[in-house]
């Protein structure tokens, strides 16, 4: 059985401080990763993908990328109101044509 | 990224009825998905809608239920059949534009209601 584990929060962050998300998978030889964001009432939104071990930075994004423990992550600098979501990781199993969703993280910025 | 648009945007429907949405999409995109998410809960793969074939469900789902249709490189429709208060969800279309990539773009989804 294929998972992607998130923590189902809520967490709580205050605004400007760094927020960090983080997503556990179950195959060891998966190959792309992504991070949704999903406001309420709306549909998911791509924010990061992520391919390779280590950090891809994206303005106020990183995404972090360790195959060994089979772990990523999701860092947001100086957080923001706007910020406030559920956040949904995915991962892409290799020879599969479709990613797996996380069950998501809800994220509130305290203002 | 790829512009997606899908009609109705929600819908209230009564038991034993059957509603068809339909998933647009502005460029050709090699591939295209229903998922559907319950109130509170993430996303779940309906199935795979193959252009000028017959769709691949997921475990749970079946063509009598949920049939697909994919005439072409950018249009795709999904019918609830027989719904129940149960199909009550938001059901969402999604495309891969480039497989090479596996990212998958999200329409805006169709709220649907079941009475």
């Known amino acids: 059985q294929k998972e992607v584990e998130q923590n189902s929060g809520p967490l709580s962050v205050p605004e400007g401080a760094i927020a960090s998300l983080n997503c556990t998978y179950s195959?060891?030889?998966?190959?792309?990763f992504f991070w949704y964001r999903q406001y309420s009432g709306k549909s998911p939104e791509l924010i990061m993908s992520?391919?390779?071990?280590g950090d891809k930075e994206d303005g106020r994004f990183t995404a972090q990328l360790n195959k060994a423990s089979q772990y990523v992550s999701l860092l947001i600098r100086d957080s923001q109101p706007s910020d406030s979501a559920t956040y949904l990781c995915?991962?892409?199993?290799?020879?599969?044509?479709?990613?797996?969703f996380g069950k998501g993280t809800r994220l509130h910025i305290l203002p | 990224s790829a512009v997606i648009s899908q009609k109705p945007s929600r819908d209230i429907c009564q038991r034993g009825t059957s509603l068809t949405i339909q998933c647009q999409v502005d460029?050709?995109?090699?591939?295209m998905f229903w998922y559907r998410q319950q109130p509170g809960q993430s996303l779940t793969l309906i199935a795979t809608?193959?252009?000028?074939?017959?769709?691949?469900?997921e475990s749970g789902f079946v063509i009598d239920k949920f049939p697909i249709s994919r005439p072409n490189l950018t249009f795709s429709t999904l019918t609830v059949s027989n719904m129940s208060p149960e199909d009550s969800s938001i059901y969402l279309c999604?495309?891969?534009?480039?497989?090479?990539?596996?990212?998958?773009?999200f329409g805006p989804g169709t709220r649907l209601t079941v009475l």
């Open positions: 195959d060891r030889v998966s190959q792309s």
């Open positions: 992520i391919y390779s071990n």
């Open positions: 809608a193959n252009q000028g074939s017959e769709a691949t469900y």
């Open positions: 999604s495309v891969e534009r480039e497989q090479s990539t596996d990212t998958q773009y």
């Open positions: 995915a991962v892409n199993p290799p020879n599969w044509d479709k990613i797996i």
């Open positions: 460029s050709q995109v090699t591939m």
